[in-house]
């Protein structure tokens, strides 16, 4: 862990916030929750990339995409986000090619 980086970006947060920087530092929620629970609280993505960079990594960490995939109006595909053959996401929903097809 690279605890100059960690601290300083605690330093500049609230008591919430603060909460779940730590409960994610510990391990008590995996990196997908933290990600998910911080935009509910307002933290940025680039802030929430230095904490789980200066945390350090977890398994499932390599980012993979799978030949067929394809993105229409959807969100950029973050690190870690994996996307599966045939499916594909639309307006940030992920539908496979059977699913939108029926």
Known sequence: MNFKDFDQARRSVGPIELDHIESFAQGRIDRREFVRR?????????FMGAIISACGS???SSSATTAGAATTAGPATTAGAATTAGAATTAGVATTAAAAAG
């Open 58 to 60: 977890s398994k499932g």
């Open 38 to 46: 911080g935009t509910v609280l307002g933290l940025t993505v680039p």
